[in-house]
């Protein structure tokens, strides 16, 4: 009788391989072959030089767009334990310069949350996160990114990204992924502070906002 787990394995290694392989010369394919406008970045670029550490927040749709542009300068982000996609995403994003912490809400979330923090305590650190991610629901922020800002006293800088020409795919929310020789804009929004006096709900509210009127800037700028 074969071994059920042990070819699950071995198909998972294989995955991991491959994908770990090809996705960073696929992304960088897809994404580097369009012409790429940035607005606003010296939101965060004045916040990291003014000592303080900025979280990086963007909707997990578009999470890509967010990811290519902040390649290669050694900033922070996450991804899940323990899952073959999530191995993936790790690795590809090493290789695009990006150091990742592990974990999930579900595996290792406390101690990769923990890590977190102690990053962004550093002053002139950089953590990129999706607060609805990874499993949603969308458009919906979690606890996280704001209870971050507020003990560590880092900035939340919203973003949003699209370009010019892509292929959509929907599970729990629609994902976007670039196609190539066209155009890319990224958008980042005002930094936003909050402390330990505020409404949670008017927190969350505030930086669900921002981050939808980015979305809707980045999805019309093609069309004007």
Same mark, same amino acid.
């Given at each position: 009788?074969?071994?059920?787990?042990? !070819?699950?394995?071995? *198909?998972?290694?294989?995955? $991991?391989? @491959?994908? +770990?392989?090809?996705?960073? /010369? #696929?992304?960088? =394919?897809?994404?580097?072959?369009?012409?790429?406008?940035?607005?606003?970045?010296?939101?965060? !670029?004045?916040?990291? *030089?003014?000592?303080?550490? $900025?979280? @990086?927040? +963007?909707?997990?749709?578009? /999470? #890509?767009?967010? =990811?290519?542009?902040?390649?290669?300068?050694?900033?922070?982000?996450?991804?899940?334990?323990?899952?073959?996609?999530?191995?993936?995403?790790?690795? $590809?994003?090493?290789?695009?310069?990006?150091?990742?912490?592990?974990?999930?809400?579900?595996?290792?979330?406390?101690?990769?949350?923990?890590?977190?923090?102690?990053?962004?305590?550093?002053?002139?650190?950089?953590?990129?996160?999706?607060?609805?991610?990874?499993?949603?629901?969308?458009?919906?922020?979690?606890?996280?990114?704001?209870?971050?800002?507020?003990?560590?006293?880092?900035?939340?800088?919203?973003?949003?990204?699209?370009?010019?020409?892509?292929?959509?795919?929907?599970?729990?929310?629609?994902?976007?992924?670039?196609?190539?020789?066209?155009?890319?804009?990224?958008?980042?929004?005002?930094?936003?502070?909050?402390?330990?006096?505020?409404?949670?709900?008017?927190?969350?509210?505030?930086?669900?906002?921002?981050?939808?009127?980015?979305?809707?800037?980045?999805?019309?700028?093609?069309?004007?």
């Amino acid at each position: 009788m074969p071994n059920v787990k042990n !070819e699950k394995r071995f *198909k998972n290694r294989i995955l $991991v391989l @491959i994908g +770990s392989l090809l996705g960073p /010369l #696929l992304l960088r =394919f897809l994404y580097n072959t369009n012409k790429i406008e940035i607005i606003n970045d010296n939101y965060y !670029e004045d916040a990291l *030089k003014s000592g303080k550490s $900025v979280i @990086i927040a +963007s909707w997990h749709s578009t /999470l #890509l767009t967010t =990811f290519m542009s902040l390649s290669r300068k050694n900033y922070y982000g996450m991804a899940s334990n323990h899952h073959p996609d999530a191995e993936i995403i790790s690795r $590809v994003g090493k290789k695009l310069g990006w150091n990742i912490v592990r974990g999930s809400s579900t595996d290792g979330g406390k101690e990769a949350y923990n890590k977190m923090l102690n990053i962004l305590n550093k002053p002139g650190n950089l953590f990129a996160i999706t607060p609805d991610g990874p499993q949603g629901p969308a458009k919906k922020p979690k606890a996280g990114a704001i209870k971050a800002a507020i003990r560590t006293g880092a900035v939340i800088v919203p973003t949003s990204g699209q370009t010019s020409k892509f292929w959509s795919f929907k599970n729990w929310h629609t994902f976007y992924l670039s196609k190539p020789f066209g155009s890319m804009v990224q958008i980042y929004g005002k930094p936003i502070s909050f402390n330990v006096d505020d409404d949670f709900g008017e927190c969350v509210g505030i930086l669900k906002h921002s981050l939808d009127e980015l979305e809707k800037q980045a999805m019309s700028h093609f069309k004007e």
